[in-house]
């Protein structure tokens, strides 16, 4: 049984969860964007990462939108999925819910042509990193080396984009500017 197989039978954080195709989507971005689990509103519903279902752009997608647009992309170009398949009702069991899903997220990782994550928040930054995080600006912006079946990526976490978060755009330019740089690197290199 493959990880989308094995998703739609999952039970561990309750009831079977709702799921698009093999809750990813498909992208031209050098990175991967990882977020936390799905709204009930979203991508699930309308197919396309950060929309509604009236195809209208959510707030966290329209912050985010504008940091693709300053570094050169756009949402509906990047690969994107949530550490967390399923629609989690009790936030409070995130990490938990998290840590079930990181077999299915690893799996999904190996099939990717991504050399970057961008994990959104704090759950999935310690999913990943596999450690409690204490004070998550202390990872923010930071490059962390992580390895899937000897596939080198640099994990770069970035503050949630949520406009709730007074963090969500004005501390992620930086941020997206560093990761700007690290796809001019990666370029670079692969040309040497």
């Not at 976490?157 to 949520?162: C, D, K, L, Q, V």
Request: aromatic letters at 8%; proline letters at 5%.
């Amino acid at each position: 049984m493959n990880a989308s197989e094995e998703i739609k039978v999952c039970k561990l954080c309750g009831e079977l969860p709702k799921l698009i195709e093999d809750n990813i989507q498909i992208g031209t971005t050098p990175f991967i964007v990882i977020g936390e689990s799905p709204a009930k509103d979203g991508w699930i519903e309308s197919k396309r990462a950060f929309y509604n279902t009236k195809g209208r752009l959510q707030a966290s997608g329209k912050v985010l939108e504008k940091l693709l647009n300053n570094i050169g992309y756009s949402i509906k170009d990047m690969y994107f999925t949530e550490c967390c398949k399923c629609i989690i009702e009790d936030r409070k069991q995130l990490a938990k819910c998290c840590q079930n899903c990181m077999p299915f997220l690893l799996e999904q990782l190996k099939y990717i042509p991504c050399n970057i994550i961008l994990t959104m928040g704090l759950h999935p930054t310690q999913a990943l990193l596999n450690k409690k995080i204490k004070k998550f600006a202390d990872y923010v912006g930071k490059e962390f080396d992580f390895v899937i079946d000897n596939k080198k990526y640099i994990l770069l976490p970035i503050y949630h984009t949520s406009p709730l978060n007074p963090k969500g755009y004005k501390l992620n330019i930086p941020i997206f500017e560093k990761l700007k740089q690290i796809i001019s690197n990666l370029d670079s290199a692969k040309r040497l």
